[in-house]
């Protein structure tokens, strides 16, 4: 088998996209983010890489607090749109309906599926951007997106993120090929 070797800047994995909201100056904006992972389950720490200059990160700076916001591909072009317009150029506080929760000062988006609410834990600087570790404090969804009480993946519509080249694209969920820690446990029953 012949490999070829690949440019290796990019990621030709898939990311999930999310919005972050924070307040700047007392009015909500928000940013998209494909750069960010759980870093621990309990307490649930998540990990997001943000450039320092964002506008979005003047108002995690001014409240310890932020919102995360996963859109489905209903919301791809608004989604993008947050991704390409600084708040310190546009007003982006009318784009979507707000809602808060315990938090007050992370603004929740109400078309997103699911919205968290989160407090800085720690901030890690290197270069021109910063690590921000951040505790999950509520998780907020709809009825509509669950089965027997749990999220599901199939009702909610994940939009993901892949940039195997420059350009990078966002991808819809495909189908459901397996359960975690189990499909596999057909190798142990082979043995
Ligand atoms: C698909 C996509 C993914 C992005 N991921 C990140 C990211 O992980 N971290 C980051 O700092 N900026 C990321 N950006 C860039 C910011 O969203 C963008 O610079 C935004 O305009 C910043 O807005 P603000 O200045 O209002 O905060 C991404 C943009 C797009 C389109």
Not at 141 to 158: M, Q, V
Request: glycine share 6%; aromatic share 12%; net charge neutral.
């Amino acid at each position: 088998m012949k490999k070829v070797k690949i440019e290796h800047k990019y990621a030709p994995f898939p990311k999930p996209i999310a919005l972050i909201g924070s307040l700047v100056d007392g009015k909500p904006n928000f940013m998209t983010i494909a750069w960010f992972n759980r870093m621990s389950m309990s307490p649930n720490i998540w990990m997001i890489s943000i450039g320092k200059n964002h506008y979005t990160f003047k108002g995690i700076k001014e409240n310890g607090t932020l919102s995360m916001n996963f859109p489905n591909p209903d919301l791809v072009i608004k989604t993008d749109y947050c991704g390409l317009v600084s708040g310190r150029e546009k007003d982006k506080s009318d784009i979507f309906s707000i809602f808060y929760g315990e938090l007050k000062t992370a603004p929740l988006i109400v078309e997103c599926p699911i919205s968290i609410e989160l407090e800085v834990v720690e901030m890690m600087e290197k270069e021109d951007l910063v690590l921000i570790f951040a505790e999950v404090k509520n998780i907020f969804s709809e009825e509509k997106y669950l089965t027997n009480g749990e999220l599901d993946p199939i009702k909610f519509k994940p939009l993901a993120f892949i940039k195997p080249n420059p350009e990078g694209y966002y991808y819809k969920l495909g189908q459901r090929v397996g359960q975690a820690w189990s499909i596999g446990t057909q190798l142990l029953k082979e043995e």
